[in-house]
């Protein structure tokens, strides 16, 4: 079982940056697709972006440009780079983790996007 922790929450204006982590237990991290989603209040929890364990990416149209998720398998970590935020990004942000048929989630970690 593998463990996910995030972190790297919080409050910042439009049009700032935050850079959200997650940590997976364990040794089979190079192995994980690992994924961010946001959950809204009163919304469906949607993904922001993915990667593969081959380092490919993807990201929702909403994002482009705007978001960075990458990998740092020596240290366990998946990261989402947020710039430019925007009100609309405010959210619980999770990271996800992927191999074969298995799921797990982390907590979710806060992010308001407020003047």
């Known amino acids: 079982q593998v463990q996910l922790v995030e972190s790297g929450g919080g409050l910042v204006q439009p049009g700032g940056s935050l850079r959200l982590s997650c940590v997976a237990s364990?040794?089979?991290?190079?192995?994980?697709?690992m994924g961010w989603y946001r959950q809204a209040p009163g919304k469906q929890r949607d993904l922001v972006a993915y990667?593969?364990?081959?380092?490919?990416?993807n990201y929702t149209d909403s994002v482009k440009g705007r978001f960075t998720i990458s990998r740092d398998n020596a240290k366990n970590t998946v990261y989402l780079q947020m710039n430019s935020l925007k009100p609309e990004d405010t959210a619980v942000y999770y990271c996800?983790?992927?191999?074969?048929?298995?799921?797990?989630w982390g907590q979710g970690t806060q992010v308001t996007v407020s003047s």
């Open positions: 996800k983790a992927v191999i074969g048929l298995l799921t797990m």
């Open positions: 364990g040794s089979i991290f190079r192995f994980l697709g």
């Open positions: 990667i593969t364990k081959s380092s490919s990416t």
